[in-house]
């Protein structure tokens, strides 16, 4: 069983990027930590809910196997931060599976973690990413190593089975 750290906004989650790569990464066995600015209910953009488990600041990256980010409008507002960036570079520097959907790559972009790397995001993105250093591929979804990335809620489930799979490897 593997360990992921899932980032989402208290308020504005996109809840397929939430709910189906939660899925996916549980029926492989693994266990998923939701974690957010506040603690208690999170909401997602429509009607999801979603438990907190920890705040960013609980979360240590070496005990985990991946941390990933979910896209939504509330991500860029609460997750872009120098904190949520730290995080994800102490993770990177250990090799650790890096996962981002929707708007989120932009965080990882603003961390300076995509230089060099192909990744993709929802369009609005797209310039953060390059600005970044990332080569941006539009794919809907994309593998660069132990970063995975996609562009929003239609792949969400095929994101979510390749962070299993980057997962068992």
Do not use: W
Not at 47 to 72: F, H, M, N, S, W
Not at 99 to 123: D, E, Q, R, W, Y
Not at 128 to 151: N, P, R, S, V
């Amino acid at each position: 069983m593997k360990k992921i750290a899932m980032f989402i906004a208290f308020k504005g989650f996109r809840d397929e990027e939430y709910i189906e790569p939660k899925k996916a990464l549980e029926a492989a066995g693994h266990a998923v930590t939701t974690v957010s600015t506040s603690r208690g209910t999170a909401q997602g953009k429509f009607r999801l809910t979603a438990q907190v488990d920890k705040l960013v600041g609980e979360i240590d990256p070496e005990d985990y196997d991946a941390v990933t980010l979910v896209g939504g409008p509330g991500a860029l507002g609460e997750l872009d931060n120098a904190a949520v960036h730290g995080i994800f570079r102490k993770a990177a520097g250990l090799g650790k599976v890096i996962g981002a959907i929707c708007i989120s790559p932009v965080v990882l972009a603003h961390a300076g973690l995509l230089k060099g790397k192909k990744a993709t995001c929802f369009p609005d993105g797209a310039e953060a990413l390059k600005e970044g250093g990332a080569d941006y591929t539009e794919a809907d979804l994309q593998i660069d190593g132990k970063f995975i990335t996609a562009d929003g809620p239609v792949p969400a489930r095929k994101y979510g089975a390749a962070l299993a799979e980057l997962l068992s490897v």
